[in-house]
């Protein structure tokens, strides 16, 4: 590969990560906090790329001076071979061949950027509480503020339920958006944690008793209001509590799929 070619491919990748850090497709891949990270990474990559273009530029024109001066004869004269490179048999060949690998990410964030992980990613792999709540003891859980419906979110409704022993969830009706599993022959909610990036997520599920969610697809994203049944989140089960459902909507999926 041409080294005029690596520049570009250079400029492409740091223009692709700001061009997902700008518009929020960065978030199927990590939390919000490490935005300005992604812009900072890509706007190296846009410098290094344009400084290098330009320094070839004006190497080139200098270049093309200097012969211009010097006479067509000159690289005769001078005893030294101007022919095009040819690979010297000491590994330089594979190291211009690696440099179309960064043709990959490239195309992979402006052709087919995956998806955010879904209802596979949750059958995958076992549902359990964040760590964090682990460590947690009961008097850490302070009471729920008033209101008829409480909104939460989903990693702090299980938790809750698995290690809250004051029962501050009984008889309350929470509010939480997640999107369909059907597993084992339930039908659960889910949502993924991660810590840092997708590569960490780990799924956190409530069970949707009563059968109205039932008739939705697998990664279908709903937002229900109901109560959680005491008792029923267990390391048994992956502490995944019951929840009476009292209202389910579909919603559109969020531009931020994950919880943290």
């Known amino acids: ?21 700008l518009n929020g497709d960065y978030l199927r891949y990590v939390k919000p906090s490490q935005q300005a990270w992604i812009i900072l990474g890509g706007a190296v990559m846009l410098v290094l790329g344009g400084v290098a273009i330009v320094s070839d530029v004006l190497s080139a024109r200098a270049t093309a001076r200097a012969a211009a001066a010097a006479g067509p004869d000159h690289g005769a004269e001078d005893g030294h071979a101007h022919g095009p490179h040819v690979d010297d048999g000491h590994g330089h060949s594979h190291t211009v061949r690696s440099a179309w690998l960064l043709v990959v990410p490239v195309l992979a964030v402006f ?5 955010a992980l879904g209802a596979d990613s949750v059958t995958r792999t076992e549902a359990r509480v964040p760590q964090s709540a682990a460590s947690t003891s009961a008097a850490a859980f302070p009471p729920l503020p008033v209101g008829a419906v409480v909104p939460m979110a989903m990693n702090e409704v299980v938790s809750r339920a698995g ?12 509010s939480m958006t997640g999107f369909v ?9 889910a949502r993924l944690v991660i810590s840092c990036c997708a590569a960490d997520a780990s799924p956190v599920t409530v069970h949707l008793k009563g059968g109205e969610a039932d008739r939705f697809a697998s990664d279908t994203w709903l937002q229900v ?9 267990s390391e048994a089960n992956s502490y995944t509590p019951d929840l ?13 799929p994950y919880e943290y």
Not at 1 to 21: C, D, F, P, S, W
Not at 111 to 115: E, I, K, N, R, T
Not at 225 to 233: E, F, H, I, K, L
Not at 244 to 256: F, G, H, N, S
């Open 163 to 174: 290690w809250d022993s004051n029962g501050t969830l009984n008889g309350r009706t929470v």
């Open 181 to 189: 599993v059907h597993a084992g022959g339930q039908t659960l909610l």
């Open 225 to 233: 209001t109901g109560q959680v049944v005491p008792g029923t989140a």
């Open 1 to 21: 590969m041409r080294r005029e070619t690596q520049n570009v491919l250079l400029i492409l990748l740091g223009g692709a990560l700001v061009k997902i850090a």
């Open 111 to 115: 052709l087919v950027a995956p998806p």
């Open 244 to 256: 009476t459902l009292a209202t389910v909507e579909r919603i559109p999926a969020p531009k931020d």
